[in-house]
């Protein structure tokens, strides 16, 4: 079965860090790029960021540029993002999504299996 | 940032309705155009991707149609396990952008 789990988040005071990881499972994690997605509470979705399936692309939401990194490591079929410089704006359920499999590992396009995700509040 | 816009934000229809939600991006896209649902308490789901192809399991009664600026999402005929929010999202540009959602009720 294709899975992702996210892992991390929580309850985290302004200006703090914090890490989310998504483990992926079920199918080949090297072949895709995969994306980050967030929802504030009670509102619409909201692109993060996005990584090529060798990293060697990776893009960002403007309100999250020079705050959060995402990375991968294939060879534990993981994904992360790290967020530092908090505030309460990034309160969301964060999720992990990989990409469609009609596009792949090198482009961004639809997000065909999602995880559960993550809360994250920012709150003092 | 290429803006999407749904209409209506919301809507109610009985059991066995006809059910269209329009998306309009801000600029061209193309075909470049895919719908999710995403119940209650749960993660999105892709039910259309490319404007118009069914993802692979999702029910027939799921169409949607449209090119370059104006997008249709349709349900033939609303069945109760159809209540959920549907999201339109472009891929045409970065960053990538979704609609504001449609919260489909049952009258």
């Not at chain 2, 033939?76 to 960053?95: F, I, K």
């Amino acid at each position: 079965e294709v899975q992702l789990v996210e892992s991390g988040g929580g309850l985290v005071q302004p200006g703090r860090s914090l890490r989310l990881s998504c483990a992926a499972s079920g199918f080949t994690f090297d072949d895709y790029a995969m994306h980050w997605v967030r929802q504030a509470p009670g509102k619409g979705l909201e692109w993060v960021s996005s990584i090529s399936w060798n990293s060697g692309r990776i893009n960002y939401a403007d309100s999250v540029k020079g705050r959060f990194t995402i990375s991968r490591d294939n060879a534990k079929n993981s994904l992360y993002l790290q967020m530092n410089s908090l505030s309460a704006e990034d309160t969301a359920l964060y999720f992990c999504a990989k990409e469609s499999a009609y596009c792949g590992g090198d482009c961004y396009s639809a997000f065909d299996v999602w995880g559960q995700g993550r809360m994250v509040t920012v709150s003092s | 940032d290429i803006q999407m816009t749904q209409s209506p934000s919301s809507l109610s229809a009985s059991v066995g309705d006809k059910v269209t939600i329009t998306c309009q991006a801000s600029q061209h896209i193309s075909n470049y155009l895919n719908w999710y649902h995403q119940e209650p308490g749960k993660a999105p789901k892709l039910l259309i991707y490319d404007a118009s192809n069914l993802e692979t399991g999702v029910p027939s009664r799921f169409t949607g149609s449209g090119s370059g600026t104006d997008f249709t999402f349709t349900i033939s005929s609303l069945q109760p396990e159809d209540v959920a929010t549907y999201y339109c999202q472009q891929y045409a540009n970065l960053p990538l952008t979704f609609g504001g959602g449609t919260k489909v009720e049952i009258k």
